[in-house]
């Protein structure tokens, strides 16, 4: 069955940096778009990156560009997170989503979803 899971999560001090990782199973994961979604207490689960299934394409949120860089390793089946300047605003479970072909930055586009990844940013 298809599985994601994330892993790397933390506590980390503002400015500081993580790496979240995501291992897939399941499916032909170098035909899906790999998507990074979070989500903070009392928010909607909002995008962070994407990036296209050859790995060609990133995208970014605003509020991450700049700071955090997705890439994939088609061989591993694994999709990461560099997270670096971290700033407390970035606290929020750290899910990857899967999408047959086309990277969006829509969660409800997403076919496959991992159960998260707890990342807490401290001041």
């Known amino acids: 069955q298809v599985q994601l899971v994330e892993s790397g999560g933390g506590l980390v001090q503002a400015g500081g940096s993580l790496s979240v990782s995501c291992a897939a199973s399941?499916?032909?994961?170098?035909?899906?778009?790999m998507g990074w979604f979070r989500q903070a207490p009392g928010k909607e689960r909002e995008f962070v990156a994407a990036?296209?299934?050859?790995?060609?394409?990133?995208y970014y949120s605003d509020s991450v560009k700049g700071r955090f860089t997705i890439a994939r390793d088609n061989a591993k089946n694994a999709v990461y997170l560099q997270m670096n300047s971290l700033k407390p605003d970035d606290t929020a479970v750290y899910y990857c989503?899967?999408?047959?072909?086309?990277?969006?930055?829509?969660?409800?586009?997403?076919?496959?979803w991992g159960q998260g990844t707890q990342v807490t940013v401290s001041s």
């Open positions: 990036i296209s299934w050859g790995g060609g394409t990133t």
């Open positions: 989503a899967a999408r047959r072909l086309l990277a969006t930055k829509l969660s409800r586009d997403y076919d496959y």
């Open positions: 399941g499916f032909t994961f170098d035909s899906y778009a």
